[in-house]
């Protein structure tokens, strides 16, 4: 199986006030099941810590601790995986979006999880927090990895 995480399932790694950041983490950098995201993550990463620290969660030695986490678990021989947005990606994604209600770039990481799919035997399974993210990949036939309940 090869676990494709969104960006809400990275950051509750990441960040320690979120519901799920023990076990999550644990899935995610500690597991043995391969982790993967699209490289989308990168940015609304960036985003995400930029807000926690504007909210008041996190503060700025915090949010460069954060950073460099992830930026060493992303690298060629980090935990975890990037796979690259191609021309195929924003495809699949445009064809996402018409069929069902979703945001553009949770198109985008549902058309990387897909794409990832179609060129693997593994089972790939979408790991998110995001409970809109989560009915759409349902939806599109992606199936999602179990999370505890808070």
């Not at 023990?22 to 990463?45: K, Q, Y």
């Not at 949010?63 to 690298?75: P, R, V």
């Not at 935990?79 to 994604?93: E, K, L, Y």
């Amino acid at each position: 199986m090869i676990i494709f995480a969104d960006t809400s399932a990275i950051g509750s790694a990441y960040l320690g006030d979120e519901a799920h950041r023990r076990w999550i983490s644990d899935v995610i950098l500690d597991g043995p099941d391969p982790v993967v995201i699209s490289e989308l993550a990168d940015v609304e990463f960036a985003s995400l810590l930029v807000r926690a620290k504007s909210d008041g969660r996190i503060n700025a030695s915090e949010m460069a601790g954060c950073l460099a986490a992830y930026k060493e678990h992303t690298a060629d021989d980090g935990p975890i995986g990037v796979v690259p947005i191609t021309h195929d990606s924003f495809s699949r994604a445009q064809q996402f979006v018409l069929q069902v209600s979703i945001r553009t770039h949770d198109a985008l990481h549902l058309a990387s999880a897909q794409l990832l799919a179609d060129t693997n035997d593994d089972n790939v399974v979408v790991l998110t927090l995001d409970r809109r993210q989560a009915v759409a990949a349902q939806a599109l036939g992606l199936a999602l990895y179990d999370v505890p309940a808070k």
